[in-house]
């Protein structure tokens, strides 16, 4: 039996990597740029980018030009690096979800021995070139940030996204079965009432995006809006949070809500944690989220 379960186990877990390494559409993005000469303005073919702190990286071909896929959402420091030339790192590179960031590199030319790094700090495009949807995109650092407690409050808080009475969201004007779910690509819509399946907790999301019209035909079966979430994934650093609260309802309607003067401070309570780390470093990696929620309701307090 305990061979069983160790068999299971593994499977499961090989299953997991395959399937987030596999299946990049709609939850990975891209850099693409042009490398050249800062002197002469020539572009440099064969000059190495890696994506700090990933295994991820590419190489300019003979016009200078390069592109790196399959990078998951989040913000990245960029190096290319060249022999001849110094170094040049651009930091604070963000990267959304089917979309492209435009970086480019001006190297300088150098003599054989090392010389120092030159480090750039990235800046956000006014126009995004590719993005030909109504879309918006909220990253895992400002959900941390908002005072929200479940992945349904940051949807109310888009544009065209409301909230119908029971819970239920509504993109621009449609109902609630038009619009589709994903979860690191994966579709996560109920058949029955068209809701969504999963609850993710707020502190496992790591991009949100919401696309509200004249979205790509790689989203099927949605009408009104299309709702794709992308998942932490764990990196070569140990990383954990621990968050709680607890509470109670308060209302000066007695005679509405009985016993609503009975005030019990542990009436609500709120306890989530998460650990992500690696398992082999640069190769393989966990991420775990555990949340437990008890709520008594107001007939007392």
Do not use: C
Not at 27 to 36: H, L, P, R, W, Y
Not at 176 to 189: F, K, L
Not at 278 to 290: E, M
């Amino acid at each position: 039996m305990k061979v069983l379960l160790r068999l299971i186990f593994v499977l499961f877990i090989i299953v997991t990597v395959t399937n987030k390494a596999d299946n990049d559409l709609g939850t990975t993005g891209k850099i693409a740029g042009k490398i050249s000469d800062t002197v002469t303005g020539d572009p440099l073919p064969f000059v190495n980018v890696i994506v700090l702190g990933t295994t991820i990286g590419g190489a300019s071909d003979i016009d200078g030009n390069y592109s790196i896929l399959n990078i998951p959402p989040g913000n990245y420091n960029v190096k290319a690096s060249a022999i001849g030339y110094n170094a040049v790192t651009v930091t604070n590179v963000r990267v959304s979800i089917d979309l492209t960031t435009q970086v480019d590199f001006q190297l300088n030319e150098t003599s054989l021995q090392l010389g120092q790094d030159v480090v750039v700090v990235a800046t956000k495009p006014l126009i995004q070139k590719d993005l030909t949807a109504s879309t918006a995109i909220v990253g895992g650092e400002l959900i941390s940030e908002l005072p929200v407690t479940e992945i349904s409050d940051v949807l109310s808080l888009q544009a065209g996204v409301v909230t119908g009475a029971g819970g239920d969201l509504h993109i621009r004007g449609g109902r609630s079965g038009q619009v589709t779910y994903q979860i690191d690509g994966v579709p996560i819509t109920d058949a029955y009432d068209g809701g969504s399946v999963v609850n993710v907790n707020t502190s496992a999301v790591q991009e949100l995006q919401v696309i509200s019209g004249a979205f790509n035909a790689e989203y099927g079966q949605a009408l009104s809006g299309v709702i794709n979430l992308v998942t932490k994934d764990g990196n070569n650093n140990f990383n954990g949070s621990v968050s709680a609260y607890t509470g109670d309802y308060v209302s000066n309607r007695d005679k509405v809500f009985w016993n609503i003067t009975d005030i019990n401070p542990i009436n609500i309570q709120n306890y989530e944690g998460s650990l992500s780390g690696p398992i082999l470093k640069d190769r393989l990696f966990f991420f775990t989220n555990a949340r437990f929620y008890k709520n008594l309701g107001y007939f007392y307090g």
